[in-house]
């Protein structure tokens, strides 16, 4: 079974630019999520989809962050613009099936330097 | 915030025993301990969970006092590939929030 991928592996950009990640869940997973992990400390959930739809977002910086899982699979994250403390790995993860319908399945993640 | 505090690292020689210790003294009755890892350059990964019970799998052993206060996840022969953080999470079962602390960083060497 394919696990979640992610892309890209690293990005180094400048401040105030914009970027875009993108992330393939789990095949049959219902839910998606977005994790930023800034370096020495755990993931921090950013947004939360159930299919299509939001869940959770409540920790997601709306004035410079979006995402979207548009068909209900695939999904994207964005920043714009890009400030020098986005700097950190950007990670995503599917659950939805099974027995462990609960739990999480992790991708690689993307690192993100900003300058 | 996390309710879960652990040492922020340790050291085990290969083969043997690594003994990871997790205070969860504010744990409700309907909480369960989760433990992760997180291999360098790697999303974490799911370990073990329990409730009130000792659990064993493939991979760990999760010991959990009576009180259901503290835990110990054992890796019973550890390797070089279990260098990693580990995680220990209280959640309520059948949810999917997960909130992570710093974790211990475990460091195997030969």
């Known amino acids: 079974e394919a696990g979640v991928a992610q892309s890209p592996r690293y990005k180094i950009i400048e401040k105030r630019q914009s970027v875009a990640f993108w992330c393939n869940p789990i095949?049959?997973?219902?839910?998606l999520y977005w994790y930023q992990q800034i370096l020495g400390q755990g993931p921090k959930l950013l947004i939360q989809f159930q299919n299509n739809g939001v869940v959770d977002d409540s920790q997601l910086p709306k004035d410079r962050f979006s995402a979207e899982r548009l068909k209900g699979v695939d999904s994207t994250l964005k920043i714009q613009p890009a400030k020098l403390e986005d700097s950190a790995v950007y990670l995503c993860?599917?659950?939805?099936?099974?027995?462990?319908?609960?739990?999480?399945?992790f991708g690689p993640g993307t690192r993100l330097t900003v300058l | 915030d996390a309710k879960t505090t652990q040492p922020p690292s340790m050291d085990c020689a290969e083969g043997r025993a690594a003994n990871l210790p997790c205070n969860h003294s504010?744990?409700?009755?309907?909480?369960?301990v989760y433990w992760y890892r997180q291999i360098h350059s790697q999303g974490p990964q799911y370990i073990i969970h329990g409730l009130k019970n000792n659990e064993t799998n493939e991979m760990a052993s999760l010991i959990i006092t009576e009180d259901r206060k503290s835990s110990t996840l054992i890796l019973p022969h550890a390797t070089l590939r279990d260098t990693a953080v580990y995680y220990c999470?209280?959640?309520?079962?059948?949810?999917?929030?997960?909130?992570f602390g710093t974790g211990t960083r475990l460091q195997v060497f030969p």
């Open positions: 993860a599917s659950s939805g099936q099974g027995v462990l319908v609960y739990e999480q399945f």
């Open positions: 095949s049959g997973h219902a839910t």
């Open positions: 999470i209280v959640r309520v079962y059948n949810t999917d929030k997960l909130i």
């Open positions: 504010t744990i409700s009755g309907n909480e369960y």
